[in-house]
């Protein structure tokens, strides 16, 4: 299965080659067709990351709106997400197309006899003999059919006659072994000699500058979705955990796959930036339809609350029909606690101010509790002891008048109340006298 899979990949890599005659072009060229093959899906990555980052301001009003409910802030942004047509994770799921590719050109490079040539096993054990016999080591590991191409192609005319498939393949580009793993030890190198030492410089720079690529382009990614890199502290830390990752396996796999992830890097800085452009254009109009459907609808909504509010006052609501006996009591009830809770609060104000107290939130309230501190309690009686004395007065006063404003009220609604269960008495006697 994973032949059928790499065979496209090692068709059109080895196409290259035989073009170019040079494998690390031959990467670069194949790093080309990869991300144009990948435009369309990156372009659909793109544009939904971006859509989602300018849904942030309305979503942190969400969450300002619904602040102590998240239960009612999630199905608030979900019912954003599906008005705005956006699935948040579709960006997600399109960026990881690209690793895929990664997986199976690591496979492609490391098994050049399997993947590029399609060499039998059979044909494969004889080359291996011809290595024996000629006094060679055969290479074991992870990467020994890299190590094996090298003896190959530095020893091509041993091999003549072997299999029609075999190639002549040179690993070499710029002076480097593309088949070799950086090392940052540089254990072996003569310093003394250019062709020793800067080989190794080059291996080492590979994974370096594959990093700083993968940097630059996280960075502008970022700087064109600001919202969203603010809102999400991941996005942060992605950035500086992907170039690291892209250091670390440049220096664990095969230079070609550095110099793949290098071209990758450098290409993607190349199209986030038309593409940062040409859908910034995009979204701008979208922003400032959407900004003002949402001003329409501020704007209706506004009305009909104005227009619900006079009714009140002229008392012409209607009743709907179909509300319960119920819902009428509670919402009675709400209304009339709510107009007592004014008329106790307007009571208060007025005995404070003939007294000249403030009517500012004693301190000795918490939330709403009102004495959580004492009922005198004064939050500077250490610091200013002078005025203490007076403050204390003062906020003894102030729980006075609550008590004595809210012990008024409550009998007065007790009074009221016995009242209506007499006149409902009265009328229910009535409506039995004249029945009989």
Request: with cysteine; charged share 25%; proline share 4%.
């Amino acid at each position: 299965m994973s032949h059928i899979i790499a065979y496209p990949f090692s068709l059109l890599l080895m196409t290259f080659y035989n073009l170019t005659g040079n494998y690390g072009l031959a990467v670069l060229f194949f790093a080309v067709v990869v991300k144009v093959i990948l435009l369309p899906f990156q372009m659909k990555s793109k544009h939904s990351m971006m859509r989602t980052s300018r849904l942030t301001p309305y979503m942190k009003e969400l969450e300002k709106k619904h602040e102590g409910n998240k239960q009612k802030y999630q199905e608030e942004v979900a019912k954003l997400y599906k008005e705005e047509k956006i699935n948040p994770m579709s960006g997600c799921l399109w960026s990881l197309i690209p690793m895929v590719f990664i997986f199976i050109l690591y496979n492609v490079i490391r098994y050049p006899f399997t993947y590029l040539m399609g060499i039998p096993e059979a044909q494969f054990n004889a080359i291996k003999d011809i290595v024996t016999n000629n006094g060679g080591t055969i290479p074991t590991g992870t990467y020994s059919q890299l190590s094996l191409v090298d003896y190959v192609h530095n020893n091509f005319s041993l091999f003549n006659g072997v299999s029609d498939k075999l190639i002549d393949l040179n690993l070499n580009f710029l002076g480097m072994n593309l088949g070799e793993i950086p090392s940052w030890k540089f254990s072996g190198v003569d310093w003394s000699l250019t062709s020793s030492w800067l080989p190794a410089v080059g291996l080492f720079l590979i994974p370096v500058i594959s990093g700083l690529f993968a940097f630059f382009s996280m960075k502008l990614s970022n700087a064109a979705n600001p919202q969203m890199a603010q809102q999400q502290g991941s996005m942060k830390t992605m950035m500086y955990m992907m170039p690291l990752m892209s250091v670390y396996i440049g220096f664990v796999a095969p230079a070609a796959l550095g110099i793949y992830w290098i071209a990758q890097s450098a290409l993607a800085t190349v199209q986030d930036a038309i593409l940062n452009k040409h859908y910034g254009k995009m979204l701008d109009k979208e922003d400032a339809e959407r900004n003002e459907r949402y001003r329409a609808r501020e704007a209706e909504l506004e009305k009909k609350r104005l227009e619900t509010e006079k009714l009140k006052e002229l008392g012409a609501t209607e009743r709907n029909k179909n509300t319960s006996k119920k819902k009428l009591q509670a919402t009675q009830k709400a209304q009339s606690e709510e107009r007592l809770a004014s008329e106790r609060a307007q009571e208060k104000a007025e005995r404070r101010a003939a007294l000249g107290l403030s009517n500012e939130t004693p301190a000795s309230q918490v939330g709403n509790r009102k004495y959580a501190r004492g009922r005198a309690y004064v939050d500077d009686r250490f610091i200013n002891p002078e005025g203490a004395e007076e403050a204390t007065k003062a906020a003894a006063e102030f729980s006075a008048i609550d008590e004595e404003v809210d012990s008024e009220f409550a009998e007065n609604t007790t009074n009221e109340n016995t009242s209506t269960e007499n006149t409902d008495v009265e009328a229910q006697s009535t409506d039995t006298g004249d029945k009989d």
